[in-house]
């Protein structure tokens, strides 16, 4: 069974600085494909950036690309997200997700394990 468990969320200002971390167990990720979501109040999940574990090929969206970076530690069973200069309309509960495949995707629906979220909030 897998566990995705995020950490890392909080308070900060526009401009600053936040490292989101999911930890993974339950399975051998080197198949698996993770990514991140997230989800503001009235608003539709979103995709935000992938990784495919074993290759660690990545995917961003447009709004986050060149602001955010995905990574894994494979000894950690780790994957991050790095968000650099931060902004008010990047607040929003962010989740951690495992799909059971390579092929990489941005529909959260095709995701088969999910974190409980982290909530990330940017002042202006």
């Known amino acids: 069974q897998v566990q995705l468990v995020e950490s890392g969320g909080g308070l900060v200002q526009a401009g600053g600085s936040l490292r989101l971390s999911c930890a993974a167990s339950?399975?051998?990720?080197?198949?698996?494909?993770m990514g991140w979501f997230r989800q503001a109040p009235g608003k539709e999940r979103e995709f935000v950036a992938a990784?495919?574990?074993?290759?660690?090929?990545?995917y961003y969206a447009d709004t986050v690309k060149g602001r955010f970076t995905i990574s894994r530690d494979n000894a950690k069973n780790t994957v991050y997200l790095q968000m650099n200069s931060l902004r008010p309309e990047d607040t929003a509960v962010y989740y951690c997700?495992?799909?059971?495949?390579?092929?990489?995707?941005?529909?959260?629906?095709?995701?088969?394990?999910w974190g409980q979220g982290t909530q990330v909030t940017v002042s202006s």
């Open positions: 339950g399975r051998t990720f080197s198949s698996y494909t």
């Open positions: 997700a495992a799909k059971r495949t390579v092929l990489l995707n941005t529909q959260h629906t095709t995701y088969d394990d």
């Open positions: 990784i495919r574990w074993g290759a660690g090929s990545t």
